[in-house]
């Protein structure tokens, strides 16, 4: 076959006296990219300033530019991992969908609300500190917090 060592070392280099087998024109790769698919959002709604956990895969081991939307705004992140991403629902974001962008690519998308306060009654009106006041509206949630 015309090869040869060029070296006595632990890598052996060779050398080939024949011409190359290779095409001369450049060879197409295709590569395929997983693309992120979530499997779960919870809480499926949420205000904002909550905690989010988004569950699936392909997410990537590390964030670097990649980004997950919840409602209208994207979250901001307070971990990253290939199959979990931990965010907060952002102060200005409104009932959308929650979505993960890796690399490029988007996840499916999970619908996700918003839950936002409505005050339609503030009694009374005016009062001196440490005085009681009933505020009405809608969509304060079960739970104090």
Same mark, same amino acid.
Request: hydrophobic content about 40%; glycine content about 12%.
């Given at each position: 076959?015309?090869? %040869?060592? #060029?070296? !006595?070392?632990? $890598? ?19 590569? /395929? ?18 905690? &989010? *956990? ?7 081991? &590390? !964030?670097?530019?990649?980004? $997950?939307? /919840?409602?209208? +705004?994207?979250?901001? =992140? =307070? %971990?990253?991992?290939?199959?979990? @991403? @931990?965010? +907060? &629902?952002?102060?200005?974001? *409104? +009932?959308?969908?929650?979505?993960? !962008? !890796?690399?490029?690519? /988007? %996840? ?5 609300? @918003?839950? *936002?306060? *409505? @005050? +339609?009654? $503030?009694?009374? #009106? ?6 009681? $006041? ?8 079960? &739970?104090?917090?």
């Amino acid at each position: 076959m015309g090869i %040869s060592p #060029t070296h !006595q070392c632990p $890598v052996k280099h060779f050398t080939t006296h024949e011409k190359p087998r290779f095409p001369k024109r450049p060879q197409r790769v295709h590569a /395929l990219l997983a693309v992120p698919a979530i499997t779960n959002v919870s809480p499926a709604s949420a205000a904002a300033g909550t905690t &989010v *956990t988004i569950t699936g895969s392909n997410f990537g081991s &590390v !964030q670097g530019t990649s980004a $997950v939307w /919840l409602g209208s +705004t994207p979250g901001v =992140v =307070v %971990s990253w991992g290939s199959a979990q @991403i @931990i965010a +907060t &629902v952002a102060s200005n974001a *409104t +009932t959308g969908i929650a979505q993960v !962008q !890796q690399g490029g690519n /988007l %996840s499916n998308s999970v619908a996700f609300t @918003i839950n *936002t306060a *409505t @005050i +339609t009654n $503030v009694t009374p #009106t005016s009062a001196l500190p440490g005085a009681m $006041v009933t505020i009405a509206g809608s969509g304060f949630g079960a &739970v104090q917090g």
